[in-house]
């Protein structure tokens, strides 16, 4: 008896749940056209796609409550999509390479109500309508199916949402010159460099969501020298020193071949320029292509590229960064000692690898760098009496990019670099010449041995010389005062 009276509320609620459900449909639904309806029957459930040629898909799904809630709800399917109907007979098999040919296609359509003369009441579709660059597809922005009223703007979540719903296509700008510069930026890589945190108006002064001026140029090189431009305003004082190196004079006389900001950096790829040595000598290496071959063949590149030593100096480690001084001059000729010393003299470092730490101190004790530091002291009197020479320095013995071991298969080459050079100063010197210099190598058992035991007798016999003489003095006075 009991199953008997909870059976009419059983049998209530089951009928009420199968109303329930077409119900909520018709909600989301209804005042929308019959063949919308007749669409959202397949397009409305999750999961549907459409797939392509070269592997991409693209998600058929609509929700019916945006598509409802946007501008073309008014519209039935079959008005954008006219050899379509919701009757099942005019569904045809379209073919498409890629998601981008099918966007391109697609955004046709949209032109067939929205025409130039009202898309280019807006500044952002203006520039994009010329006939030097060519717009994107008007999906790339604007989901048709979910488009809202652009009244106030439209709502992106970051400026790089906004900006790259354009830029991550391929796209670019025609310059005077007939050349194409792209204008794709990849996402990923933007996301993985130091500026991950900017916006894109922090660099790109004057443009923002309502605002993108149309800007010429002449060639490839003007724009990325104007694009450069952005840099100083937060790196103002890496700019200043730029400002005195060799690449800017060059490039204030008139080569714009020499290199600007993004040349070495980049723009939305920028990463931390030590964060890999061997990619920023590449860099280098575009423009100084002989002098980047030579210095991988050199003990320190060989170390860099094939042993993937980060101990041993890049270009900018010599040259510096930004205020890159001209090699051929006198005042940085008479600095060599300095810079290889920020290595040679670091104690630690030179354990590590069984070198000698006192080699740059030796040479600054020795009669050329003696004479080196003495004209370095009368810079400006030499300089005007014409007096000054050119004293012998690291890179004159052991080369500049193609420094070698001073050891091994290599020595004949070290020797003969090394007797060249002396003959410069002192003319016929031999083969055996440079073998009487020390070179950098304190005296030992192994290394000058004759000279090493003079050094220790000396240290034995002149205390015991100063010892005798203190105490001989003392014994002559003791005998003075004992006589008196």
């Not at 091994?408 to 083969?431: E, F, I, W, Y």
Request: some cysteine; charged content about 20%.
């Amino acid at each position: 008896m009991t199953g008997r009276k909870h059976f009419p509320v059983c049998f209530m609620l089951l009928f009420l749940t199968m109303v329930a459900a077409p119900m909520t449909g018709y909600t989301a639904e209804q005042g929308l056209a019959e063949d919308v309806r007749a669409c959202l029957g397949c397009h409305g459930e999750k999961g549907l796609s459409v797939k392509f040629q070269n592997g991409e898909s693209l998600d058929a799904y609509i929700d019916a409550k945006k598509f409802k809630a946007s501008v073309h709800q008014s519209l039935s399917c079959s008005s954008c999509h006219g050899e379509f109907s919701g009757q099942g007979q005019g569904h045809p098999q379209r073919s498409f390479r890629s998601r981008e040919q099918f966007s391109s296609k697609s955004s046709a359509i949209c032109r067939q109500c929205h025409a130039d003369e009202q898309l280019k009441r807006s500044p952002v579709h203006a520039s994009l309508l010329t006939k030097e660059n060519k717009a994107p597809v008007c999906a790339s922005c604007h989901n048709p199916h979910t488009l809202t009223s652009v009244a106030g703007g439209r709502k992106f979540s970051s400026e790089k949402e906004q900006c790259l719903r354009c830029h991550q296509h391929a796209m670019g700008i025609r310059l005077r010159s007939g050349d194409k510069v792209s204008l794709k930026v990849d996402a990923a890589a933007l996301e993985g460099s130091v500026h991950a945190k900017l916006g894109c108006y922090d660099c790109h002064f004057g443009f923002s969501g309502s605002q993108h001026p149309k800007r010429n140029f002449n060639s490839p090189r003007d724009f990325s020298i104007a694009q450069s431009e952005a840099c100083r305003r937060c790196h103002f004082d890496k700019y200043t020193k730029t400002l005195e190196s060799i690449h800017y004079t060059l490039l204030s006389q008139g080569n714009l071949k020499a290199p600007v900001c993004t040349d070495c950096h980049g723009a939305h790829t920028v990463v931390q320029a030590r964060a890999d040595k061997l990619q920023s000598s590449k860099r280098c290496g575009r423009c100084h292509q002989d002098i980047f071959g030579t210095y991988t063949k050199s003990v320190h590149g060989t170390a860099l590229v094939q042993d993937h030593n980060t101990d041993v100096p890049i270009c900018a480690d010599c040259h510096t960064a930004h205020s890159i001084q001209g090699a051929h001059t006198q005042d940085y000729r008479d600095k060599v000692p300095e810079i290889c010393g920020k290595c040679h003299g670091d104690g630690t470092l030179m354990k590590k690898y069984g070198l000698s730490p006192g080699v740059v101190n030796s040479y600054l004790q020795d009669f050329h760098g003696v004479t080196l530091k003495l004209y370095r002291s009368q810079k400006d009197a030499s300089e005007v009496n014409g007096s000054r020479k050119s004293i012998a320095t690291c890179v004159d013995c052991h080369g500049i990019h193609d420094i070698t071991k001073t050891t091994g298969p290599t020595t004949n080459l070290v020797k003969a670099r090394l007797m060249k050079r002396c003959q410069k100063c002192h003319p016929g010197a031999s083969d055996e010449f440079p073998d009487a210099w020390l070179s950098h190598y304190e005296p030992s058992l192994n290394n000058a041995p004759l000279v090493f035991l003079i050094n220790l007798t000396y240290k034995f016999f002149i205390p015991f010389m100063l010892i005798g003489l203190i105490l001989q003095i003392l014994l002559h006075v003791w005998r003075y005062a004992v006589n008196r």
